[in-house]
């Protein structure tokens, strides 16, 4: 048994697999396959001051090896989650990330402070890009990354910080640096990137929105890439996602610098995908003689 | 609901355009109902999503499915043979409620036949008395007419253009028929607008009968965790989730 326990920003992870925002609601219903508790953290759907009821439907469409999502940040508001999910989720021992967005710095304030102390690591959305007003606008630009998060860092006493980064921009290392200027604790990268997928017949896309964010195996390249560009760049801890399906994809991850993960869109493929990756994870550091999961971190060998 | 992986008993054409698969449990599943649906793997690691399709007849180790092949991932899964393995999660969804009603109309057009058929099978033998109103595109897509004939009170099967019984749709044959089948819950699974029109219809005629309906919508995970597949809920400012709330709803509860 290879030791696989993480500390991340100060926050002890069971293991470097947590579930990634959007795909595991508040994790009851996965709950009901199996223990969750198994898990290192959960990353919860994404939390607004205000309850939301999201975009029309179709919200999901397929490509190959790729699905698109635009669901729009349908969640129940961050009071109903405090009062009805959080105990659940801290029942289970595990990590419990709360992702915010919001649509002001007074929001991304608002909303931190609400759950300061509560959830055991921020995860801040500034990057969905399925809402007018779900933070992306804050993403894209070094400046306002660094701003949104000195607004969130500002109202957190407690409960670390952890901004997520959006592929969709010019340079995320750049915007890394900013997120750690403005004072985050961590980083999570990818978020999804945004694509379009046109039914013929009805000369229409196929989601409602039109566009969507763009997920699954076939981004795992473009994600390992980005995650290494930014552990490069950047001294804070990095959770990294995009494509991961197996132990091995996560391996990638955290051979490119990234201190856990995050899985996603398997979790739809496979409902006890993220076991299999906790089980399959050990496997592999005990037949290769790797009595600890962070001797692996950061240790990618370029060629050349 | 359980994670399986599942071996292909049979997997063969039923009528134009649709399959039937009959594939075995490895373990046997609690809640296997009718109405409930199995979101299943198409078999190939480029297709990221499964798809939910309604049950159509299940024993404690055997499930029926019958898929419609609507595109790429469906082909797929029309090409899979005897023996071979697939992964799904069943079963999922909340399924019809057959209590306190003896006499039953079984409303379905298209795809939607099949969760009927499955309400059949399920209370066959059991005293419950069955008016079915099954409709098809034509006479290519007609399938399991001996099925519905057999195990209802009566069942009419109708198609759009007549090549097989009268030229109606299932709703049209269903208002034609309700006052000799006096029901006391009607089911209903087919598209949107066929189901809009027995909205309507009840409606308009005043038919205080408790109807029950089976939603589609394209899925996500299917377990109720990612809110890809939701309707609103009729006058409420809030959405259900057509994959864990139902897909089968009071028909006056969502919008649709």
């Not at chain 1, 939301?52 to 919200?59: F, Q």
């Not at chain 1, 993403?139 to 000195?150: D, H, Q």
């Amino acid at each position: 048994m290879a030791e696989l326990k993480v500390d991340f920003c100060g926050v002890t992870l069971k293991n470097p697999v947590v579930a990634a925002s959007g795909t595991f609601g508040f994790g009851k219903e996965f709950n009901e396959i199996f223990d969750i508790g198994v898990l290192g953290g959960v990353s919860t759907k994404g939390l607004t001051l205000e309850p939301r009821l999201g975009n029309p439907t179709p919200r999901i469409a397929e490509g190959r090896s790729v699905i698109l999502n635009a669901v729009g940040l349908q969640n129940p508001g961050v009071d109903v989650f405090l009062e009805e999910d959080l105990g659940f989720l801290k029942s289970k021992k595990i990590a419990v990330i709360a992702n915010v967005a919001g649509r002001t710095l007074d929001d991304y304030a608002g909303i931190c402070a609400r759950l300061d102390g509560k959830a055991d690591l921020i995860e801040l959305n500034i990057s969905c890009p399925n809402v007018k007003c779900g933070g992306m606008a804050f993403g894209i630009r070094p400046e306002s990354v660094k701003e949104v998060t000195k607004a969130a860092k500002s109202a957190l006493k407690k409960t670390p910080l952890m901004v997520k980064l959006s592929p969709n921009v010019e340079s995320i290392a750049v915007n890394a640096l900013a997120a750690q200027e403005g004072g985050a604790d961590a980083l999570s990268l990818i978020n999804t990137l945004t694509g379009m997928v046109i039914d013929i017949e009805k000369r229409r896309p196929l989601l409602a929105n039109n566009t969507g964010g763009v997920s699954g195996a076939g981004i795992k390249p473009i994600a390992v890439r980005m995650v290494w560009e930014v552990c490069s760049a950047v001294d804070i801890p990095v959770m990294g996602m995009g494509g991961i399906v197996t132990a091995e994809d996560a391996l990638e991850f955290i051979i490119a610098g990234a201190a856990a993960v995050q899985v996603g869109t398997a979790n739809f493929t496979d409902t006890l995908a993220m076991p299999k990756i906790v089980a399959g994870m050990n496997e592999w550091l005990d037949a290769h003689g790797i009595a600890d999961v962070n001797e692996l971190r950061g240790t990618l060998r370029l060629n050349g | 609901m359980k994670e399986l992986t599942v071996k292909i008993l049979e997997n063969a054409p039923l009528a134009a355009g649709v399959y039937r698969m009959r594939f075995a449990l490895p373990e046997k599943a609690e809640g296997l109902a009718c109405g409930k649906f199995v979101n299943i793997s198409v078999g190939d690691g480029a297709h990221l999503l499964r798809r939910p399709i309604a049950i159509c007849e299940y024993t404690e180790d055997t499930v029926t499915i019958c898929y419609q092949i609507k595109g790429e991932g469906t082909r797929l899964m029309s090409a899979k043979k005897a023996g071979d393995l697939l992964s799904c999660a069943l079963p999922l969804g909340n399924g019809f409620s057959l209590e306190g009603a003896e006499r039953v109309a079984l409303i379905g057009g298209g795809v939607g036949v099949f969760p009927m058929y499955s309400v059949l099978k399920e209370y066959e033998g059991k005293g419950k008395k069955f008016f079915s109103f099954i409709g098809f595109r034509n006479k290519g897509a007609v399938c399991l007419a001996d099925g519905f004939a057999s195990l209802s009170e009566s069942a009419e099967i109708v198609t759009d253009d007549g090549s097989f019984g009268r030229k109606a749709n299932a709703v049209e044959a269903f208002f034609a028929g309700a006052e000799k089948a006096a029901p006391e819950r009607i089911l209903a699974c087919g598209p949107l607008p066929m189901l809009r029109a027995l909205k309507t219809g009840l409606a308009e005629r005043g038919m205080d009968v408790p109807c029950y309906v089976s939603l589609e919508e394209r899925m996500g995970c299917g377990i109720g965790a990612c809110l890809v597949c939701v309707c609103k809920k009729s006058g409420k400012e809030e959405n259900v989730r057509v994959c864990k709330d139902g897909p089968v709803f009071e028909i006056g509860e969502v919008d649709f």
